[in-house]
């Protein structure tokens, strides 16, 4: 039977508090990255370099939040868009 509205007699979780299994998936995840780390770089550094970008790229999701939505990915570039863009990434950081 479905609760009354505005029945809350303490069953479920607090408003704003994580899910216990989200919070636990994501300890397994830096767990994993975090023991692994020298075969993950060692997979990153034979990756092509359009590979590399996508990746990291992919990456900044679960880091860095979302500005806003950005239509087409890396892979619908031309090799010269990607060429120029992989210019001024080296330019632009000194590398």
Known sequence: MAFAKGNTHGKGRVKGSKNRNTVEIRQFFQDFVNNHLE??????????????????????????????????TIDDLTEEQFNELVSRVKHEYNL
Request: glycine share 2%; hydrophobic share 45%; aromatic share 12%.
């Open 39 to 72: 075969e993950l770089n060692e997979a990153f550094s034979e990756l092509e370099a359009r590979e590399k970008f996508k990746f990291i790229i992919d990456m900044t999701k679960f880091v860095i939040p979302s500005l806003r939505s950005v239509s087409g």
